[in-house]
């Protein structure tokens, strides 16, 4: 398994961007399928953003805003966010696994980082 720890968070103005960054350490990191999800107060945690070797995919309500890569050779994988809203605001975490696309938040993947949190103010 892979180690993953998440950088990048702060707080934002509403339109606003940020880029956010999950290190990866341990082998083999370009055969991990990553997602990004993320949980605010009180509410369930959500599908934000997945990628894996054949391509990516994202929740509708970023889709346009966020986007996803990852760079195998640094074992990090990035969420670029655009045109930021207050309700985005939430902890981010990422999320690894050899044989799914994370992009289900009830599923326990293989590995899951400890988040960073994003804050956007109106």
């Known amino acids: 398994q892979v180690q993953l720890v998440e950088s990048g968070g702060g707080l934002v103005q509403a339109g606003g961007s940020l880029r956010l960054a999950c290190a990866a350490s341990g082998r083999?990191?370009?055969?991990?399928?990553?997602?990004?999800?993320?949980?605010?107060?009180g509410k369930e945690r959500e599908f934000v953003a997945a990628i894996n070797w054949s391509g990516s995919a994202y929740a509708d309500s970023v889709k346009?805003?966020?986007?996803?890569?990852?760079?195998?050779?640094?074992?990090?994988?990035?969420?670029?966010?655009?045109?930021?809203?207050?309700?985005?605001?939430?902890v981010y975490l990422c999320a690894a696994d050899r044989?799914?696309?994370?992009?289900?938040?009830?599923?326990?993947?293989e590995s899951w980082g400890q988040g960073t949190q994003v804050t956007v103010s109106s």
């Open 99 to 109: 044989r799914r696309l994370p992009t289900n938040p009830k599923i326990s993947y």
């Open 28 to 41: 083999s990191f370009s055969t991990y399928a990553m997602g990004w999800f993320r949980q605010a107060p």
């Open 64 to 90: 346009g805003r966020f986007t996803i890569t990852r760079d195998n050779a640094k074992n990090t994988v990035y969420l670029r966010m655009n045109s930021l809203k207050p309700e985005d605001t939430a």
